[in-house]
Nanobody, 130 residues
Framework: QVQLVESGGGLVQPGASLRLSCAVSGFTLDDYAIGWFRQAPGKEREGVSCISVSDGSTFYTDSVQGRFTISRDNATVYLQMNSLKPEETAVYYC?????????????????????????WGQGTQVTVSS
């Protein structure tokens, strides 16, 4: 049974850091790309970052470049988030994509299109507020 379980969310002040974890089971992580998404109330789900596990390539949306880092350790994918901003308050999800197991489209550009992902976790709430 495929499972993705997020953890690590919480309430932090602006400028603080959090590390989210996505523990995967039921499939071989090397065969997938793992993406992090977030969804704020009343807004569409937004791609934040992605790692193509087979070759370790990583991708970020422009607004988090330089502040967020995605990584993998065995069957867990992490998202280190630094210098958090209030507008980044959202539910954060991890998701797995198999065919192809790439974070990019045919042009090689980061392609965080949620319908292309096959499996999703339940999400973890991140609240950035003073």
């Amino acid at each position: 049974q495929v499972q993705l379980v997020e953890s690590g969310g919480g309430l932090v002040q602006p400028g603080a850091s959090l590390r989210l974890s996505c523990a995967v089971s039921g499939f071989t992580l090397d065969d997938y790309a793992i993406g992090w998404f977030r969804q704020a109330p009343g807004k569409e789900r937004e791609g934040v970052s992605c790692i193509s596990v087979s070759d370790g390539s990583t991708f970020y949306t422009d607004s988090v470049q330089g502040r967020f880092t995605i990584s993998r350790d065995n069957a867990t994918v992490y998202l280190q988030m630094n210098s958090l901003k209030p507008e980044e308050t959202a539910v954060y999800y991890c998701a797995a994509k198999a065919q192809p197991s790439l974070c990019t489209d045919s042009s090689g550009d980061y392609d965080p299109f949620p319908p292309k992902y096959d499996y999703w976790g339940q999400g973890t709430q991140v609240t950035v507020s003073s």
